[in-house]
Nanobody, 123 residues
Framework: QVQLVESGGGLVQAGGSLRLSCAAS????????MGWFRQAPGKEREFVAA????????DYADSVKGRFTISRDTAKNTVHLEMNSLKPEDTAVYYC????????????????WGQGTQVTVSS
C-alpha cells in the first residue's frame, strides 16, 4: 500500500515563496517517478513538475519554469516543491503523485495521489 501525504500549503502574498513536501510510504515508492499536479477552482487538474527516481531528471510545466523547483530525498522518501515568485494564478490545490511509469505520471494517468494541500496567493 502506497500513501502520499502533502504538507506546506498556505496563504502567501504575490511574490512570496512556499515549500510543499510529500511524504511517501510503501515498499517500492523510492523507485517510482513522482510529481506535483494542481487544480484551480473550475479548472481541470494540470501537471506542474515531476522528478525521476534514479537519475533525478526533472520536468516542469512552462507556467512554472524558473520559479518552481522539484527535488526528492530518496532516503526519506520525500519529494519537495519549492515555489518562488508566486502569482495569484498559482492558487490551487496541489497534489502529490507517484506512478511506476514516467510517461503515465507525466501525462496525469497516475496510480497514487495524495489528498492535496491548498495554496492561496493573494494579490
Amino acid at each position: 500500500q502506497v500513501q502520499l501525504v502533502e504538507s506546506g500549503g498556505g496563504l502567501v502574498q504575490a511574490g512570496g515563496s512556499l515549500r510543499l513536501s510529500c511524504a511517501a510510504s510503501g515498499r517500492t515508492i523510492s523507485t517510482y517517478p513522482m510529481g506535483w499536479f494542481r487544480q484551480a477552482p473550475g479548472k481541470e487538474r494540470e501537471f506542474v513538475a515531476a522528478i525521476s527516481s534514479r537519475t533525478g531528471y526533472t520536468d516542469y510545466a512552462d507556467s512554472v519554469k524558473g520559479r518552481f523547483t522539484i527535488s526528492r530525498d530518496t532516503a526519506k522518501n520525500t519529494v519537495h516543491l519549492e515555489m518562488n515568485s508566486l502569482k495569484p494564478e498559482d492558487t490551487a490545490v496541489y497534489y502529490c503523485a507517484a506512478d511506476p511509469n514516467w510517461g503515465r505520471l507525466r501525462f496525469g494517468v497516475v496510480t497514487y495521489w495524495g489528498q492535496g494541500t491548498q495554496v492561496t496567493v493573494s494579490s
